[in-house]
């Protein structure tokens, strides 16, 4: 028995070593989920993503992945989407590979590997949020992306998860401070709510 505890014990050390932003994501017990909810204005996200959005221009962008301060964002999410006029501060989710590091022969590609994206902006705000509404990719693998009105991220929806950012606008540049995973079912009605602080 003291062996299988030494193990259990073993591998959750090595599951939080090797994937430790992973373990910082926490269930929320039921019975707080309406408070975390109300916290964020639930009621509004949920009237953004039930809106319909019909006109967008199409631009293109890069494709930056989150740094490992991140957990994994469902629907591959670009982390250099999380600030539309780019003001705020985006949590290291710079790449970490120096300038210096392309002058010993390394492909500048290496540093952006899945390069160049196409995005279709919306030319209407989104309701009750008033910021930028933004499609990525096509059919069930969509993202639609909602912001506030000075740019930063305020959610976004990927099949059956609406991820929600909370910013920190005490600092004197914007920065996230959690992250909510709101699995929903129809119409968009929260069923488990996990959250990540960062």
Same mark, same amino acid.
């Given at each position: +028995?003291?062996?299988?505890?030494?193990?259990?014990?073993?591998?959750?050390?090595?599951?939080?070593?090797?994937?430790?932003?992973?373990?910082?994501?926490?269930?929320?017990?039921?019975?707080?989920?309406?408070?975390?909810?109300?916290?964020?204005?639930?009621?509004?996200?949920?009237?953004?993503?039930?809106?319909?959005?019909?006109?967008?221009?199409?631009?293109?962008?890069?494709?930056?992945?989150?740094?490992?301060?991140?957990?994994?964002?469902?629907?591959?999410?670009?982390?250099?989407?999380?600030?539309?006029?780019?003001?705020?501060?985006?949590? !290291?989710?710079?790449?970490?590979?120096?300038?210096?590091?392309?002058?010993?022969?390394?492909?500048?590609?290496? +540093?952006?590997?899945?390069?160049?994206?196409?995005?279709?902006?919306?030319?209407?705000?989104?309701?009750?949020?008033?910021?930028?509404?933004?499609?990525?990719?096509?059919?069930?693998?969509?993202?639609?992306?909602?912001?506030?009105?000075?740019?930063?991220?305020?959610?976004?929806?990927?099949? !059956?998860?609406?991820?929600?950012?909370?910013?920190?606008?005490?600092?004197?540049?914007?920065?996230?401070?959690?992250?909510?995973?709101?699995?929903?079912?129809?119409?968009?009605?929260?069923?488990?709510?996990?959250?990540?602080?960062?």
């Amino acid at each position: +028995m003291k062996l299988v505890s030494i193990l259990i014990l073993y591998f959750a050390f090595f599951l939080g070593a090797v994937y430790p932003s992973e373990t910082k994501i926490k269930l929320i017990p039921k019975q707080k989920t309406a408070k975390v909810l109300k916290s964020v204005a639930y009621a509004t996200i949920r009237s953004t993503v039930m809106a319909t959005y019909s006109r967008f221009e199409e631009k293109e962008t890069n494709h930056n992945t989150c740094s490992d301060g991140f957990p994994s964002m469902p629907g591959d999410f670009p982390c250099n989407l999380l600030d539309f006029s780019g003001t705020s501060d985006q949590v !290291n989710v710079q790449s970490e590979i120096s300038d210096g590091e392309f002058a010993e022969g390394r492909d500048p590609e290496d +540093m952006n590997p899945s390069g160049k994206i196409r995005i279709k902006v919306s030319k209407d705000k989104s309701r009750n949020l008033n910021g930028n509404v933004i499609l990525l990719g096509e059919g069930e693998n969509q993202l639609s992306l909602f912001y506030f009105p000075k740019g930063q991220i305020s959610h976004y929806l990927y099949q !059956n998860m609406i991820v929600i950012f909370v910013w920190n606008q005490n600092e004197p540049t914007a920065q996230l401070s959690h992250l909510y995973f709101v699995k929903v079912g129809s119409d968009f009605f929260p069923e488990e709510v996990k959250e990540f602080a960062f």
